[in-house]
């Protein structure tokens, strides 16, 4: 219940409010386990991931450090949850911003992307070895060279996307009194698994670390493949990533997100994006590996609103998801 006599926090602005998200208890979709699940509810950042926290971190520390003035453009690749935590950042802070986007992205956030009056540049040819992501960080690059006074945030690579996350493990930390015994996290860039991992390494923790990764991902030696479901898996190699410092990796099916993302809205009243479905998947499978009793932690990464048309739609998961037909939720 909320507590109407508690005074409510007074932001300064809509960047304030990103971060110190609070911890839910998964009950339902885990009521036949063991073991106790949360989920952090990144969602409810301002623009709606967990990614509100890397764009305004790094755009931050390029200020401070003198990279960005107001006459600066800021290019990013991202067809997703990056692009809309930069154009909320970017449009407050006003700053011209340029995304670089593939096909895959969905009209809901190419519409919101509109809206925040960021420009967009779409690539239509993937690399032949990278991949969509490899033909977006490849114009990137060229964008960069030919527009005087631009700074690419590059999510991929700069040190401040896992510094980030130092921070949001800590705040799990304190929620569950430092009693964290697994900790799973969906992969792409692998800055939220990389900066989680420095901060339980550093205070010498026994939280156990599950990357959860996309079949067809490239991230730990896999197979490139066909992947549909948006926001975890890559391309190409992390540069973040130290296998040495988690426990163990699992993989996921698009069909594994679908099924999980659905669990979570009709067990929860939760709408997440693909990534988190995957998650969820992932710890059912993992469960015969985990201790009795112990508590698991996982990310809400993203709001599902903007995946009405796919993740959310039964009409567009027949068409597109292989064994779709199994799911219970399709004929109800």
Wanted: hydrophobic share 35%; aromatic share 8%; glycine share 8%.
């Amino acid at each position: 219940m909320i507590d109407l006599k508690k005074k409510p926090q007074i932001h300064a602005n809509i960047l304030e409010t990103s971060g110190n998200t609070k911890l839910l208890q998964l009950k339902k979709c885990f009521k036949n386990n063991s073991f106790n699940v949360y989920g952090k509810l990144e969602f409810l950042n301002p623009s709606g991931s967990i990614k509100d926290r890397i764009a305004i971190h790094i755009l931050e520390e390029a200020m401070n450090e003198g990279f960005i003035d107001k006459n600066t453009t800021i290019i990013e690749s991202s067809s997703g949850n990056m692009a809309l935590g930069l154009a909320q950042a970017c449009l407050y802070l006003g700053l011209k911003l340029i995304v670089v986007v593939d096909p895959k992205i969905n009209s809901h956030t190419e519409k919101l992307l509109e809206t925040y009056k960021v420009n967009i540049v779409k690539v239509n040819t993937p690399d032949p070895k990278g991949g969509f992501l490899g033909a977006r960080l490849n114009k990137v690059k060229q964008l960069i060279k030919e527009i005087p006074n631009s700074y690419w945030t590059n999510q991929y690579g700069n040190v401040n996307n896992p510094q980030t996350h130092y921070q949001t493990m800590n705040e799990i930390c304190e929620s569950l009194d430092h009693q964290v015994d697994y900790l799973f996290l969906a992969t792409s860039t692998c800055g939220t698994l990389m900066g989680c991992a420095e901060y339980i390494q550093e205070h010498q923790l026994s939280t156990k670390i599950i990357a959860v990764d996309a079949k067809g991902s490239v991230l730990f030696g896999g197979q490139p493949g066909k992947r549909l479901v948006p926001g975890h898996g890559a391309g190409v190699p992390s540069q973040f990533l130290e296998v040495s410092k988690i426990t163990d990796h699992t993989e996921v099916t698009d069909f594994d997100c679908i099924k999980g993302c659905w669990s979570l809205l009709q067990q929860e009243a939760v709408l997440c994006g693909g990534s988190t479905g995957g998650v969820v998947e992932a710890i059912q499978k993992y469960s015969p590996y985990i201790t009795e009793g112990s508590n698991c932690v996982m990310m809400l990464c993203d709001r599902g609103d903007r995946y009405l048309d796919t993740i959310y739609n039964k009409k567009w998961i027949l068409e597109n998801i292989d064994g779709a037909q199994d799911l219970e939720f399709i004929n109800e």
